[in-house]
């Protein structure tokens, strides 16, 4: 059995992804110059949101199954 090409290019787009997820996270909580109380749930809301829920869990049946959907 070879290896899957798949999961280090998974892993390496999901480093990515998340580098790109932080930058754009604090870059919008410091323009709503929000207290930090709210920081903190924009930044669980944001995380939530856009890494898991649309393109992350996604990513992670590519790299397991090899499709994008079921």
Known sequence: MTPSWRKPV????ILLIVGLWCVIAVTVVEAAA???WAQGIAFVVMGLAWLWIFPMRRMLRWMELG????
């Open 10 to 13: 998974g892993m390496l787009l």
């Open 67 to 70: 499709r994008w959907r079921d």
């Open 34 to 36: 929000l207290p930090v």
